[in-house]
């Protein structure tokens, strides 16, 4: 079991920049990959972003070369630096930790992006 903390959302306005930040109660190398996911209203989650171990990284296409994704293993903490925000990242953000079979979730927060 891990306990994950989210922090960093609020409200911005279009074109700003938001950094989240995710703190792992053990350390991140248990995981095989760590990540960010989104929920907008009425709409299934998505995937924003992962890094494996290694240092891997992934991103959906609609946030590539304006979201970065990073770790800090010795704050066992992921970080995601959003850039350029548009009125359509606007959802509940949500970290994650995978090992093999198993999904953990953080209890998400907020990102409102005005236009």
């Known amino acids: 079991q891990v306990r994950l903390v989210e922090s960093g959302g609020g409200l911005v306005q279009a074109g700003g920049s938001l950094r989240l930040a995710c703190a792992a109660s053990r350390s991140i190398f248990n995981f095989n990959a760590m990540g960010w996911y989104r929920q907008a209203p009425g709409k299934q989650r998505e995937l924003v972003a992962t890094i494996t171990t290694g240092g891997s990284t992934n991103y959906v296409d609609s946030v590539k070369g304006r979201f970065t994704i990073s770790r800090d293993n010795a704050k066992n903490t992921v970080y995601l630096q959003m850039n350029s925000l548009k009125p359509e990242d606007t959802a509940v953000y949500y970290c994650?930790?995978?090992?093999?079979?198993?999904?953990?979730w953080g209890q998400g927060t907020q990102v409102t992006v005005s236009s």
């Open positions: 994650n930790a995978q090992k093999w079979e198993n999904d953990y």
